[in-house]
């Protein structure tokens, strides 16, 4: 069997590229999100795991937040313009 992955729009930005987002800023208010030197520490889903400058923290489509390799990411999302 195959399977597409269904068009979801997610909100994401890029460690080092660009400033945090408000939900991010919340994220770090409530312990989600931790910096700890030169990498952000992530609470997720499915445990806590690190994100290195250049990688992608996304918030998912129930507002859960994960961290995506920025080859990962560019194979798997494209920019929606509003």
């Known amino acids: 069997m195959k399977y ?12 080092g590229y660009e ?4 939900w991010a ?6 312990g989600t999100l931790r910096i700890e030197n030169d ?5 997720t889903l499915e445990g ?3 994100a ?3 990688t992608f923290i996304v ?3 129930d507002d ?9 990411f560019f194979q798997t999302y494209e920019r929606v313009h509003k």
């Open 19 to 22: 400033g945090f987002p408000k």
């Open 4 to 15: 597409r992955k269904k068009p979801v729009i997610v909100e994401a930005f890029r460690l």
């Open 39 to 43: 990498h952000v520490i992530v609470r």
């Open 25 to 30: 800023e919340e994220a770090l208010f409530d």
């Open 64 to 72: 859960e937040l994960y961290p995506c390799q920025a080859d990962i």
């Open 52 to 54: 290195n400058m250049g």
């Open 48 to 50: 806590v795991m690190t």
């Open 59 to 61: 918030k998912g489509v």
